[in-house]
């Protein structure tokens, strides 16, 4: 019997995919990245873009991602080859597999390193280490964290250790039972930080510097950033996804789960920032302060509330739980790739993998601790914006294109089993809107790539 004869590990619960996909959705891009990055490109006109891009790409590039994985029953490599095939296609689109796998590893390589920071945050907090300290000192203890590469080097390798832990217990028993638990702990946090930032100052600054959308014209930069960061924070062309859906039971609904699982991750993310916000500006903080900035502001709001250390404690716990749960679905394309394809066992793929990984984000953790730069940029940051700003769109439009114009009709209206508008509205969503919005961009941006 061949692998692809073989029935497919399936989700155990009926919660199972959304559970997982919602934790590979919500992540540090939600409680980390997108806060800094609003505050780097201004606020709501970043905002307004980047909501745009999850709508006419995000949702549809999902759906798509979904149905091939689900109907190609394989990792990503595996699962576009037999689309196209099915189809009568040529077996090249497989790159896009390829091309997702590389993403994966790559957005690992760097996440796991500010996955760490969140562990070092929870041991500072439960060690004392923040105690008393002011805006100044926030600042200096973030940058002492990050130029001890053994401090960096450590959490990160605890983090990379974890994640192949997890991934090596499969999918039920290692991901799927450790998502069920972690996610509905986070949104409680973060539910009770927003309360107490409601009564303490600088609600309304946060709020109007989120949603005023007339906040003035976002650069070409903050575009790019924000249709790449619609990427990242739906775990789109990054093989996780795919690689989660092709556990989906044919019974599931494809666009439901997609609706849930991207609003679930939208929520948290503007949860995050109204978390967030209110702490920068009723400190005199720079909203444009860059990764550091929730380790810098956080802790200061912690400080000043009842009961503090225990609520850090609390909130280090939950992001890095929402760390792990994305982190092992960065992995799982490549290890259930070696293990369909290559014959490994699932514990000696998560492994070798980790092994690997290990490498390229020690170069990376020593790059950025030493900020040694390459055209002005350090290999963690170059990781980061290669996968966000160029592989990923152009995976997304890859498939986007594969599923709209090649692949036979009457697949993905089975597979999708859609209302048949709806069905008309994701068809022109991903032969038009989702391509030319993601070219528009990319045109737009064509002066960044010169350098
Ligand atoms: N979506 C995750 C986050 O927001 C990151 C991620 C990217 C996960 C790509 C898997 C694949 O943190
Ligand atoms: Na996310």
């Known amino acids: ?14 919660w199972g995919f959304i559970l997982a996909a919602t934790g ?3 992540g540090l891009g939600n409680i980390w990245k997108f806060p800094y990055m609003t505050g780097e490109y201004g606020g709501g006109a970043f905002v307004l873009v980047y909501l745009a891009c999850i709508l006419a790409v995000g949702v549809p590039v999902m759906m798509c991602e979904i149905a091939f994985g689900r109907r190609g029953r394989g990792s990503p490599i595996d699962a576009f080859r037999r689309m196209a095939k099915e189809s009568g296609r040529s077996p090249l689109w497989s790159i896009l597999g390829w091309m997702s796998m590389l993403s994966g590893f790559m957005i690992l390589s760097f996440y796991v390193i500010v996955a760490g920071w969140s562990f070092a945050y929870l041991w500072k907090v439960v060690s004392g280490g923040l105690t008393g300290a002011n805006v100044g000192d926030m600042v200096a203890i973030f940058e002492a964290n990050n130029a001890n590469p053994w401090n960096l080097g450590g959490w990160s390798t605890m983090v990379t250790l974890v994640t192949m832990v997890i991934v090596g217990m499969g999918v039920q028993k290692g991901i799927e039972r450790s998502v069920g638990w972690m996610m509905p702990g986070l949104v409680v946090m973060l539910v009770i930080l927003i309360v107490y ?6 609600f309304g600054e946060a709020v109007s510097f989120l949603f005023s959308f007339n906040a003035g014209s976002l650069s070409s930069a903050g575009m790019l950033a924000a249709l790449g ?39 948290v993310a503007l949860m995050a920032g109204l978390a967030i916000f209110p702490v920068i500006f009723s400190n005199g903080m720079d909203p444009g302060e860059g990764p550091g900035l929730i380790f810098m502001s956080l802790p200061l709001a912690f400080q000043a509330m009842p009961l503090g250390t225990l609520f850090g ?24 790739w070696l293990c369909d394809s290559k014959g490994f066992s699932r514990r000696w793929a998560a492994w070798s993998s980790g092994i690997v990984l290990w490498f390229i984000s020690t170069l990376a953790m020593l790059s950025f601790s030493a900020d040694w730069a390459v055209l002005g940029k350090t290999l963690f940051d170059w990781l980061d914006y290669l996968t966000s700003r160029l592989l990923m769109p152009l995976g997304g439009l890859g498939t986007v294109v594969l599923a709209g114009f090649f692949i036979r009709n009457e697949v993905m209206r089975d597979e999708l ?19 030319l919005g993601i070219l528009i961009v990319f045109v737009d941006a064509l002066g960044l790539y010169s350098i």
Do not use: C, K
Not at 1 to 13: A, F
Not at 418 to 434: G, K, Q
């Open 24 to 26: 590979s959705a919500v």
């Open 417 to 435: 089993a859609l209302p048949p508008l709806i069905y008309a509205l994701w068809l022109i969503m991903v032969r038009y809107v989702s391509p």
């Open 229 to 267: 960061h619609a990427f990242f924070t739906l775990s789109l062309a990054a093989g996780a996804i795919l690689t989660y859906g092709s556990y989906l039971p044919r019974s599931a609904s494809i666009g439901r789960t997609t609706l849930s699982v991207a609003l679930a991750d939208t929520a």
């Open 313 to 336: 404690v609390l909130f280090f716990v939950m992001l890095s739980m929402a760390a792990l749960t994305s982190s092992i679905s960065m992995v799982e394309a490549t290890v259930s």
């Open 1 to 14: 019997m061949t692998s692809s004869e073989q029935p497919r590990v399936q989700w155990l619960g009926r």
């Open 197 to 202: 930032n409601v009564f303490s100052g600088g």
